[in-house]
T-cell receptor, first 111, second 114 residues
Framework: GDSVTQMEGPVTLSEEAFLTINCTYTATGYPSLFWYVQYPGEGLQLLLKATKADDKGSNKGFEATYRKETTSFHLEKGSVQVSDSAVYFC??????????FGAGTRLFVKA | NAGVTQTPKFRILKIGQSMTLQCTQDMNHNYMYWYRQDPGMGLKLIYYSVGAGITDKGEVPNGYNVSRSTTEDFPLRLELAAPSQTSVYFCASIGGGGSPGELFFGEGSRLTVL
């Protein structure tokens, strides 16, 4: 069945460091891919998305490219800030009713 | 733009009590969901609905019930609360149109069962 695997956390970085959170997927169809972010004490919110191969989603300095050949959608940011501390979820949607989530990766950014 | 609204935000229940978590969305979305998130964990799907009058079980439905009498409302009922139901509950809906598959989440309802 469809699945999402993302790197385990927590990830601890210093401010202005480069961030990569790996996400790979298996899917039988042509999924849309998403990154959601959950700040402390809040619900999840969409960070970025990509709906077809080679699409790049970007938002708030974060980027992720939909790579069909490697079935990946890695999240990157060139310079993290303390305010980026959160839990990040990779997810796929193949249509119908169901979204498949990864387990989430907690990011801590130190000043 | 209210989006998805959940109430209450916090609740403490005693073992064996029952309660209903309310969820309302004003985006005219057909698909709605209830997830639970245990501390430090990911999301588990409890129930979902593809439209008014249609609901179905997710991964962890035991101990819960739902109804969907209108497009806007999707309440989650906890019967005979147990400590294992201590969790944060999120209601969500899926948009369509130019953003298929994008989930819109409520702020969550934090439930403690003692």
């Amino acid at each position: 069945g469809d699945s999402v695997t993302q790197m385990e956390g927590p990830v601890t970085l210093s401010e202005e460091a480069f961030l990569t959170i790996n996400c790979t997927y298996t899917a039988t169809g042509y999924p849309s891919l998403f990154w959601y972010v959950q700040y402390p004490g809040e619900g999840l919110q969409l960070l970025l998305k990509a709906t077809k191969a080679d699409d790049k989603g970007s938002n708030k300095g974060f980027e992720a490219t939909y790579r069909k050949e490697t079935t990946s959608f890695h999240l990157e940011k060139g310079s993290v800030q303390v305010s980026d501390s959160a839990v990040y979820f990779c997810a796929l949607y193949t249509g119908g009713f169901k979204t498949i989530f990864g387990a989430g990766t907690r990011l801590f950014v130190k000043a | 733009n209210a989006g998805v609204t959940q109430t209450p935000k916090f609740r403490i229940l005693k073992i064996g009590q029952s309660m209903t978590l309310q969820c309302t969305q004003d985006m005219n979305h057909n698909y709605m969901y209830w997830y639970r998130q245990d501390p430090g964990m990911g999301l588990k799907l409890i129930y979902y609905s593809v439209g008014a009058g249609i609901t179905d079980k997710g991964e962890v439905p035991n101990g819960y019930n739902v109804s969907r009498s209108t497009t806007e409302d999707f309440p989650l009922r906890l019967e005979l609360a147990a400590p294992s139901q201590t969790s944060v509950y999120f209601c969500a809906s899926i948009g369509g149109g130019g953003s298929p598959g994008e989930l819109f989440f409520g702020e969550g309802s934090r439930l403690t069962v003692l």
